[in-house]
């Protein structure tokens, strides 16, 4: 069993940054895929980005390519989000969530474990 806790949610002006965190309980953390996940509402959850056990491997949806960053520490059993260049439209919840399958993976049936989610909102 994981348990993760996201931090770094806030109130934001646009065009401003953030840094989320997201801890892991457990000893596995190491052999977990990462995900970063954002729901905003009436929309599905949505990929945002992703990183492998070794964090030798990343990807990122389209709409945050250029702005936002994922990256972890496995020895602090930490997965953070760096975001850049934050737009209204980022707006949501977000959620970061760990695979069993170790693979970067951009598909939410992919990960077992989700954190209980963090408000962004980015004022225009």
């Known amino acids: 069993q994981v348990q993760l806790v996201e931090s770094g949610g806030g109130l934001v002006q646009a065009g401003g940054s953030l840094r989320l965190s997201c801890v892991a309980s457990g000893r596995t953390f190491n052999m977990y895929a990462m995900g970063w996940f954002r729901e905003a509402p009436g929309k599905e959850r949505e990929f945002l980005a992703t990183?492998?056990?070794?964090?030798?491997?990343?990807s990122y949806a389209d709409s945050v390519k250029a702005r936002f960053t994922v990256s972890r520490d496995n020895a602090k059993n930490t997965v953070a989000l760096q975001m850049n260049s934050l737009k209204a439209e980022d707006t949501a919840v977000y959620y970061c969530?760990?695979?069993?399958?170790?693979?970067?993976?951009?598909?939410?049936?992919?990960?077992?474990?989700w954190g209980q989610g963090t408000q962004i909102t980015v004022s225009s």
């Open positions: 990183i492998n056990w070794s964090g030798g491997s990343t």
């Open positions: 969530a760990a695979s069993r399958a170790g693979y970067a993976s951009g598909r939410t049936s992919d990960y077992n474990y």
